[in-house]
């Protein structure tokens, strides 16, 4: 059993933006979808706004058939499936080494290498109990950031049987890409969110964009021109009585978890996201050493 729950809200100030294709009297556009699974929304200001909209909907669409799990023939699919990827795309090779970068940056906590692991709790759990410490053991050998191999030409899992998820991390870089495809097309105010945050400029209203959490007690964050990601190890589960969260640490092969909830601002949506899922398993002094100029708020678990 695998259940989600999302930890931020949007936003102050854009609830009553029309959904894109109504008819409306402004021209700020509000789409809401899906991009990777999860709940996706851009909103945006601009007399284009619904033809710009489209064309960024087909980018998500693109990079999910690079990116997802559940994709047969998706690039990811094919390469957990064949182990190797001829040919990868641009932004896989590009995704992949910002990976390899923060699995060196957090000590390998963040290891985009579990999705073994991941099979087995999730194959477990749906049967009625965790996995055995044997079971573990076991497939703790095909996890580490060592048996990937990439470059432009082609993508090796260097032992049989080891897989890649880069849902800690994908989110955030589509955030990115589709921020940067906004950019280019001369836009100066537009809010991406496809599971994680990026924002360019301001709000319709004129202010910062402003990014609040499921708790209504904590304060928004601004955002304006950065990204923001947040991971909650307990936000998706295996188990009825959610305890075993989705957050696998690569080093033990036991859900882990140090903290409630890990919010990460960055100038980066992916490097957001990739550092939220791997401070998730580390102590306060391993993230301030490894946090660089990020904002990080830390929930006690």
């Known amino acids: 059993m695998v259940t989600r729950r999302r930890v931020l809200t949007i936003l102050a100030g854009v609830a009553a933006l029309p959904v894109v294709g109504a008819k409306a009297a402004t021209t700020a556009q509000n789409w809401r979808g899906l991009a990777l699974g999860a709940d996706a929304r851009i909103i945006l200001d601009h007399p284009d706004a619904q033809q710009l909209i489209g064309e960024a909907v087909t980018q998500i669409r693109r990079l999910e058939s690079i990116f997802s799990l559940y994709q047969d023939d998706s690039q990811l699919s094919v390469l957990n499936r064949e182990g190797v990827l001829y040919e990868p795309a641009l932004e896989m090779v590009e995704l992949l080494s910002i990976s390899a970068a923060l699995n060196e940056r957090t000590s390998g906590a963040f290891d985009p290498s579990v999705q073994a692991l991941w099979a087995l709790h999730a194959n477990s759990y749906t049967k009625g109990s965790a996995p055995s410490p044997d079971q573990i053991e076991s ?22 049987g080891v897989m890649l998820t880069l849902n800690g991390i994908a989110q955030g870089f589509i955030a990115d890409k589709i921020a940067d495809y906004f950019r280019a097309s001369g836009v100066q105010n537009v809010l991406v969110n496809t599971g994680e945050i990026a924002a360019l400029g301001f709000a319709p209203d ?34 009825r009585g959610a305890k075993a969260g989705h957050i696998l640490d690569p080093r033990t092969g036991y859900p882990g978890g140090k903290w409630s909830e890990v919010t990460v601002v960055s100038s980066s949506a992916a490097q957001a996201d990739g550092l939220s899922t791997g401070f998730s398993l580390m102590s306060r002094a391993q993230i301030e050493r490894a946090k660089g100029s990020a904002q990080v708020i830390l929930s006690s678990a």
């Open 206 to 239: 004129g202010g910062p964009w402003q990014i609040g959490f499921n708790d209504a007690k904590r304060a928004k964050i601004p955002l304006s021109n950065g990204a923001m990601a947040t991971s909650a190890p307990l936000g998706t589960v295996f188990d």
């Open 139 to 160: 497939v703790l050998a095909l996890t580490g950031w060592h048996h990937v191999n990439f470059s432009p030409e082609k993508v090796i899992l260097e032992a049989k």
